[in-house]
């Protein structure tokens, strides 16, 4: 994920770096001075503090997918302070046994938050 924020005429690039290795999922999020730290959890933009609260409450290891996009749906949710349209979000997963990652298909999310 990059997210890009503009003020002024300052440029700053924030963005997250996940991947897969002999240790596991890794999650790492760089700031614009090039640091860079792991992480277990993780959330860029304004909001950020109320979303990682809120990840920080519904999170667990070896969550399910399912799981998953529904605590992501929790999240926007409380930071958005409104109803959202599914379609607009994307996500990917890791699949740890096959060690690839997978793009969740727009349609899949919809079907998956609307019977919840």
């Not at 924030?14 to 790492?28: A, C, K, M, R, V």
């Not at 999020?29 to 809120?54: H, M, R, W």
């Not at 690839?100 to 298909?105: G, H, R, T, V």
Request: aromatic letters at 8%.
């Amino acid at each position: 994920m990059i997210k890009i924020l503009l003020q002024a005429d300052l440029l700053v690039l924030l963005f997250l770096i996940i991947g897969y290795d002999n240790s596991g999922i890794n999650l790492f999020s760089v700031d614009p001075s090039g640091e860079y730290s792991l992480q277990n959890i993780c959330a860029l933009g304004g909001a950020q503090k109320e979303a990682i609260f809120t990840i920080k409450e519904g999170y667990r290891k070896k969550m399910t997918p399912d799981e998953t996009i529904l605590l992501a749906k929790k999240t926007l949710r409380s930071i958005l302070k409104k109803e959202f349209d599914e379609i607009c979000i994307e996500m990917g997963f890791i699949d740890s046994k096959k060690k690839e990652f997978l793009i969740k298909s727009n349609k899949k999310i919809k079907n998956k938050l609307k019977k919840q």
